[in-house]
């Protein structure tokens, strides 16, 4: 277990730690110094050999008194990612050992909760069986932005038709705005911009309370520089706009943070820091 929110126990689903992109094809306003600004905020978070940011891809399980409830479902097996390389018809017991190390099967999942709809958040929502795609939870409700959902129809790309499409044909799709509850613990937080219908999740037991970013940021260094527009926002400015306000809320309620992409262990409080941000663990 990661951690303990009240009643909310949270598990780590961990499928991928390697490194991804370059940080300056990532954060690519943030200026010529801005791998030694990361290096100088997350020692060890940047590959010496190739310069790429090393990144965690996880889900996190939330298993609360009345449900389990997985939190995105990350690259998945065989699924079409020409785009990344790495993660192209990829294969690994990973994700489904870190279910199992949880205690659980796919049996036991109750929702599936996708933050966004990008490729290495909806990838295990299917997996390919007989030569078909079926969802891998098959008692699990999925709920999914509609925003979000309504943008990948139009785009119809592999990802729609291998981790999106699957699941509504299955009857276990429920698109949800903003705001949603999902039992007395779990609420979508909006934070619009890196897709339109981008949300993070807030966690409430009792008198504690901790939030899972989600790609409202990527790297703990953005505590420190909210400004920097990442590569695959789909309104840099509009996130730029969400992440700031994520950060506020966080150092005013001090709660706990979870970040999907942080360096390990990915879990830490912000603070207010001379008007602006930093990173606690």
């Not at 009345?66 to 990612?81: F, M, P, Q």
Request: aromatic share 8%; charged share 20%.
């Amino acid at each position: 277990m990661l951690c303990k929110i009240g009643d909310v126990e949270v598990w780590r689903i961990l499928e991928i730690h390697a490194p991804f992109l370059t940080t300056e094809e990532l954060f690519p306003t943030a200026g010529p110094d801005v791998r030694a600004i990361v290096e100088a905020h997350v020692p060890g978070g940047v590959c010496e050999q190739s310069g790429r940011l090393i990144l965690p891809v996880q889900g996190f399980l939330l298993k609360t008194p009345t449900h389990n409830i997985l939190v995105d479902s990350c690259v998945g097996n065989d699924k079409t990612a020409p785009r990344h390389p790495d993660w192209n018809r990829r294969s690994s017991t990973r994700f489904m050992a870190s279910l199992t190390a949880a205690g659980l099967d796919v049996g036991d999942v109750d929702y599936v909760l996708c933050t966004h709809l990008h490729v290495d958040h909806v990838g295990w929502n299917t997996r390919l069986e007989d030569g078909r795609w079926v969802p891998t939870f098959p008692n699990a409700r999925y709920l999914m932005p509609a925003a979000d959902e309504a943008y990948q129809l139009e785009d119809n790309s592999d990802l729609y038709l291998e981790s999106v499409l699957p699941v509504i044909e299955a009857g276990q799709a429920e698109l949800v705005a903003t705001g949603h509850m999902l039992g007395d613990y779990i609420t979508l937080m909006p934070t619009p911009g890196h897709t339109p219908g981008h949300v993070s999740v807030e966690i409430n037991s009792g008198d504690q309370r901790a939030l899972i970013t989600g790609d409202a940021i990527h790297t703990t260094a953005q505590c420190w520089h909210p400004e920097w527009h990442f590569k695959f926002d789909s309104d840099a400015e509009m996130a730029v706009t969400s992440r700031r306000r994520l950060l506020e809320s966080a150092s005013e309620t001090g709660c706990l943070v979870l970040g999907n992409h942080f360096a390990l262990p990915s879990l830490g409080r912000i603070k207010e820091d001379k008007g602006a941000f930093r990173w606690e663990e």
